[in-house]
């Protein structure tokens, strides 16, 4: 095994061996340019991808790449055919998966404690009212706050609920390692970065399928209004950053207004009820919630830097109001009136008139999605994850004057960077470090690993930092070296190198590996890219 002592002379061979500043040039045929190419917008080059690449052109492979819809990929789809929980929606979830399971900790609960009678939220289902579908479906939403493993091993309810995660860990590196539309993959990532949820708080988890496969996957090419929009009405980032729970402060408290709420379809029921992310219980508190307006408009759009006052964020907090979900129900979004202050309010100098209701998010959303600094914000973070940590300048305009001219067309933005001059400057090959998902997926594709299963890697990028839907922080994993060079986090790549050069890891098989495997996954040149 690697020693830290090697693992820390790695480091610095990474930090030394980054190459210097050279003159830009414009879309090369060479070897070099190819395999540059393939690292940034694949999750790296398989055997034969540059000899495919270069009998195509790497201009027309750029060009459908950035149309995926032209490339096949049945092989992909028949190997996440059999993760059985990726198509279903959240009520589904909620009601199969997460719900039993969340009773059945209740009642180990119950049976390990000795206690007066429990309160109203913690009653058995065998009370009268938890007969009852409603009172069933309601009591399902409790705090997942107790481990599985609490009370002995976990039952095959408790599996099955855990099946949920496994599958989309399973699925996203699946389509890593194999997708052929690979751009469309490594955007998917980045936005989901952009637009992070954190599957370890409450009922997000319910929501992380139906959130990357309907806000985040259709639009990673498309326009960017939508995909705020998208994100911003999802019940995944609704509870995430506790929307759900941002009321007007003149309404009444979320839980009394749901409870007296029409529902179409149904006869009214409760939908708030204790916080899934409050593991006391305690009542959402009444009034604005400024969470998600907040992250809106620093990460989401405008940028730390974007000009915004606090103001601005009461403003927009307050045209969010009313916007929620019934997380027990793996319900979808709502839109309750009552809960929302249709007073006149005013967002960097554009005013939103009284009584505009559900438009009040429509008109903020347009305003956030138009303003030149989200143009410069996203046209930074975009040049950054393709072409260096610190982008040109030079490109950053050009990217952000391509997202104002085009309205935020995504596709246009992305082809900007990655044809352009910068991009192919001798400066940017091998500028980047590569985060635990692109070393592992890239060694996999490196070495024409099968994976049997992939639910071992996900416990590989758990000890490497990079627990796959679990970053807690809304800023999502950052992709810059500073993040990811550490003595430890090498370690552990080379530990990987190690083990599946050996063919040591489970579920993965690389046929015939090479004597030198290991020290070639584990050189420094092969944590950049």
């Not at 107790?146 to 309810?157: C, H, I, K, L």
């Not at 939908?271 to 620093?298: C, D, H």
């Not at 009136?337 to 005013?351: A, I, N, P, S």
Request: proline share 7%; aromatic share 6%; hydrophobic share 40%.
């Amino acid at each position: 095994m690697w020693t830290r002592s090697f693992a820390a002379l790695s480091l610095l061979a990474v930090i030394a061996g980054r190459p210097q500043a050279g003159a830009p040039t414009a879309i090369p045929a060479t070897d070099d340019a190819i395999v540059h190419a393939l690292n940034r917008l694949t999750f790296g080059p398989r055997p034969g991808d540059v000899a495919r690449v270069k009998a195509m052109g790497l201009q027309n492979w750029i060009d459908q790449q950035l149309s995926p819809a032209r490339i096949d990929n049945a092989t992909l789809t028949a190997r996440l055919a059999r993760l059985e929980t990726l198509s279903l929606d959240s009520a589904t979830i909620q009601h199969d998966y997460s719900g039993p399971a969340m009773v059945e900790r209740r009642q180990r609960k119950l049976e390990n404690t000795n206690t007066e009678p429990p309160d109203p939220v913690m009653r058995p289902p065998s009370r009268p009212e938890a007969a009852s579908a409603r009172s069933r479906r309601s009591s399902l939403g409790l705090v997942r706050a107790e481990a599985d493993t609490r009370g002995g091993p976990p039952s095959d309810v408790q599996r099955k609920d855990r099946q949920v995660i496994a599958d989309i860990e399973e699925a996203k590196l699946l389509r890593a390692v194999y997708s052929e539309r690979q751009l469309e993959e490594v955007l998917v990532d980045f936005w989901f970065n952009h637009f992070n949820v954190f599957a370890g708080k409450g009922a997000t988890r319910n929501y992380l399928n139906e959130y990357e496969r309907e806000a985040i996957r259709p639009n990673v090419l498309g326009n960017f209004r939508d995909m705020l929009e998208a994100t911003a009405k999802s019940p995944a980032m609704l509870f995430y950053l506790d929307n759900w729970e941002n009321v007007s402060a003149d309404s009444p408290s979320p839980r009394g207004a749901e409870r007296r709420a029409p529902r179409a379809g149904a006869s009214p029921t409760r939908a708030g009820g204790p916080s899934p992310a409050s593991p006391e219980g305690a009542r959402p508190k009444r009034g604005i919630n400024e969470n998600f307006a907040r992250e809106l408009m620093e990460l989401h759009t405008l940028g730390v830097d974007g000009g915004y006052t606090q103001a601005d964020i009461v403003n927009v907090a307050r045209a969010l109001t009313g916007w929620t979900i019934r997380p027990r129900e793996g319900s979808g979004t709502l839109f309750v009136q009552r809960l929302h202050d249709d007073e006149e309010k005013t967002v960097l100098g554009h005013t939103i008139k009284a009584g505009g209701g559900q438009n009040d998010i429509e008109q903020v959303l347009d305003v956030l999605a138009a303003h030149p600094s989200t143009a410069r914000h996203i046209a930074t973070r975009l040049a950054a994850r393709f072409v260096s940590d610190n982008p040109p300048t030079a490109l950053v305009d050009r990217a952000a004057a391509r997202f104002t001219a085009t309205r935020g067309d995504l596709r246009e933005v992305v082809r900007t960077i990655v044809t352009s001059p910068e991009f192919f400057s001798p400066d940017a090959y091998r500028a980047k470090v590569k985060t635990p998902l692109d070393f592992v997926t890239s060694a996999l594709r490196a070495t024409g690993a099968e994976v049997r299963s992939a639910v071992p890697l996900a416990r590989e990028l758990r000890e490497m930092g990079m627990p796959l839907y679990f970053c807690q922080p809304p800023t999502g994993y950052n992709d810059t070296a500073s993040t990811w060079v550490s003595a430890g986090g090498l370690v552990s790549r080379m530990n990987f190198a190690v083990a599946l050069s050996k063919n040591q890891l489970r579920g993965v098989h690389v046929a015939n590996p090479s004597a030198d495997l290991e020290t070639t996954i584990g050189s420094p040149a092969f944590q950049r890219q």
